[in-house]
């Protein structure tokens, strides 16, 4: 499993009135790198069905490089479009190592 970010700082959502049916995430967290890495939001659950609360769940990761190590903390971001968002989803919560934050719709 890819490593999580140390901790989320912001996250917002933007839903353009021009495309209905897509919605952007854009998050921004806090990690300590040991070396270059590329921030990514994947799924944290497979949903079969809508949980109850109607909140859908990422996990704010890194992809690994073969890259030199750098052993630093740093800001990152990284936007994540969602098309065709499921009618259900109420929210977005974003899970890092030390919190997460959640945004509703």
Known sequence: MKDRVKFVKNIRIIKEKAEPDLLAIKATGITELKQLLAPVLVSAKKYKSPPADGIYEFNFV???????????EMEV??????????????????????NSDIELL
């Open 62 to 72: 890194l992809g690994t490089t073969e890259d030199e190590f750098t052993d630093v």
């Open 77 to 98: 971001d990284v936007v994540f479009r969602f098309k065709n968002i499921p009618k259900w989803v109420k929210g977005i919560k974003v899970n890092a190592k030390e």
